[in-house]
């Protein structure tokens, strides 16, 4: 017995709706979650088989890649202007998540790259690299300046 579940996600800001589907293809389960990491990870807990998920690249895409890449078998990340959704029926979260959920089902979706950590991580130390550095200059050219107004005080050229 196959206990594949097939998981489309549409996911916004502040919630997710969520489609399941089962190793048929047959609609089993729709919920609408928080987006926040221990909802969304507690609802995951509590499904059993082997778990494919997928959703849109979005602002959130590459955080929730993090978050379910431990605990599915699957994780795919898709490029919404291939999907074409809300071609059947009504535009709306709930649909999205459906057709999401049925287009992973058929193998019909192309995974847009999420790379493990490193590339991430990288791009998180260069850009910190880049503030302390803008940071560092700033607060420099605050002390060669300060120091030429003591050294313009002390010599008697400027009163206070």
Request: with cysteine; hydrophobic share 40%.
């Amino acid at each position: 017995m196959n206990d594949a579940k097939y998981i489309g996600l549409d996911v916004h800001q502040a919630t997710i709706s969520v489609a399941i589907l089962d190793s048929a293809g047959k609609l089993v389960m729709e919920a609408i979650l928080e987006t926040k990491a221990e909802t969304i990870l507690q609802f995951i807990r509590g499904l059993r088989g082997s778990l494919h998920v997928t959703f849109e690249e979005g602002t959130c895409a590459a955080w929730l890649h993090d978050l379910l890449k431990p605990h599915v078998t699957q994780v795919l990340v898709c490029d919404p202007r291939k999907n074409n959704l809300g071609k059947v029926g009504n535009k709306n979260d709930r649909n999205d998540a459906r057709e999401l959920a049925e287009l992973l089902y058929r193998g019909n979706l192309k995974s847009v790259y999420h790379g493990e950590y490193g590339m991430r991580t990288l791009k998180e130390l260069a850009r910190s690299y880049l503030a302390i550095t803008r940071d560092l200059t700033r607060v420099m050219r605050l002390c060669v300046s300060k120091r030429g107004e003591n050294s313009l005080l002390k010599a008697g050229n400027i009163s206070r």
